[in-house]
């Protein structure tokens, strides 16, 4: 509802009502008369005792005549005519109405463009864009108004020595700069003056702005109709820069141009999310070499966002993605950069999962096949044998059933030849080290899945030739275990020593042949390591490619031995995770 004159008592503001669609308009007005009755009441009350302070000790606790309040008289009209309080909440409410206040008139606005939360990260560094998050209703986040503001003593105007960036992007604006002028100077706190330094969404603080204070007023907006301002202001001031060199922009200088027409590059990448970086036993166990600033999630989500988009890939397949943060920090991200993009969570409590974005320019998105990979292994009739098998070993099977691990299978068509599409799987297979077999196991589903949509997209698609096939991810397996056996050779025999190789008892393990269709190669090679702590390094960290279709031209090259161990091991104040990011160029076969 557009505020208006109100009635005396009640301080103007925006009001919001929810209340049912089905519920009568008599009942909605009653009930907000209740409220802002009840409001009034205890200003008028309050505003009583503070007017009529008493004439003795006495008078203190003797009973005291406080003046009631009328109810609140309200009306809803719509085109001059009193609505009928019988009509359901869905029709009664349109743009245009006037709601009657003790004959206050106040015009209604239906669903308006609204802020309803939002805030500023508490690490602001130099030379990367602000990281925030804002929430809305009734809005979206590409039509949305941001002013980034610097606090300036000694300045007499927001508008005051604007620089050319925010001159020329004023020009285009659906709202003047003197309403942006007017908002900030009565609505920014702490009062005095703020200088407008931003119009752009993401505003890149300097070196000049360290030590500054930092506000953002933002405007959220639909279809040209403007809602009510937001104001946040930063808790914290703009930090010094991080430490040179960053390993990860040297490796921007082998990704400076996109891959052509015929090319596509791919980027594999475990973040390490916060739900297990923030865990006390990982800041003093794991990672007790890294400074406790340099882990909080507001600070290495900055560095992995600029790591990424630094990579110019056009497939991005993620893992331990946090799924709280996905939507506010990297799919709005991201889509401003060109990609969309899914998340699928991982079964159970722990919010994460493995998140896959492409390119719009250069994909087109088919059909989504995620799985959790315990669902799939006893629902799916194709891994009916390896079900009852397992089954029949109540240890094995228990430890299967407790994993979450998720597959996330992407269809992808590429824009330049609606022949060449591309079956993308990203997945993150269990982690402990006793346990290859049940890597084995999940990534035997995975392929078998795989290979039911491969067939899948070929018939509905009606291709001359099999789709491609990507697998990338965390296999948490170097390149001597069986995992890579069976991607790379297409099978597994049944008496494989990793059946049973940290096995004592028999319920603990299966010994079962395997096979896939593909014929899948390394296309990173085999690096020395992805992943750098203290207590392990090792490549597991890997990108699977179709050799029938698909030739690796290019890898980016990974951080040297002496780069990730400056400062122990990663995580560091360079390395927002404790793996790697690995990457390749991919050339369509003719």
Known sequence: ?????????????????HRAKNETLGRTLERISQNLTARIAVRS??????????ASPEAA????????????????????????????????????????????PHHVVLNPPTITGGKITSHILPDFPIDCSIDYEFAEENEAVFVWLKHVVGSRSPVEQLNAQVVSAAADLPISLSLIEE????RMKPLGVWRIVSLQRDWVPTAD????????????????QVGEPFTTVAKNLVMSGIPSPVPYRRRHAFCQTRCDKNSFRVVSYNLLADVYAAMESSLKELFPYVPA??????????????????YNADLMCLQEVDTKHFEHHFLRYFRRHGYDGAVQRKKGAVAEGVATFYRKDKFRLVSQHDITITDAMFENPVFAEMAAAVSGKAKLKESIMERGTPAQVTVLEDLQDPSRVLVLANTHLWYRPTFPHVRLLQMAVILGHIEGVVKLTKKSLNLARDPAVLICGDFNSTSARGVHDLLRTGSISANFKEWKEFCEKEDEYVELSLQHPFRLFSACGEPAFTNFVPQFQ?????????????ESTSVIPLPTLEEVSANVAIPSVVFPSDHLAIGCDLKWKS
């Open 45 to 54: 009350k309050k505003k009583f005792k503070a007017s009529s302070p008493p």
């Open 61 to 104: 606790i003797a009973p005291t005549s406080i003046p009631l309040t009328s109810p609140v008289q309200l009306a809803l009209q719509v085109n001059e005519s009193v609505v009928s309080p019988e009509i359901p909440n869905a029709f009664a409410w349109v743009n245009g109405a006037v709601l009657e206040v003790d004959q206050v």
């Open 1 to 17: 509802m557009e505020k208006r004159d109100l009635p005396s008592g009640i301080r103007p503001r925006l009001f919001n009502f």
């Open 538 to 550: 090792a490549a597991i960290d890997w990108i699977y490619a179709d050799e029938s279709a698909l």
């Open 209 to 224: 702005d360290i030590g500054a204070n930092v506000g953002l007023l933002c405007f959220p907006i639909r279809d040209g």
């Open 183 to 186: 908002c900030v100077k009565q």
């Open 293 to 310: 600033e340099f882990m909080k999630i507001d600070y290495r989500r900055q560095l992995m966002k600029q790591e990424l988009v630094g």
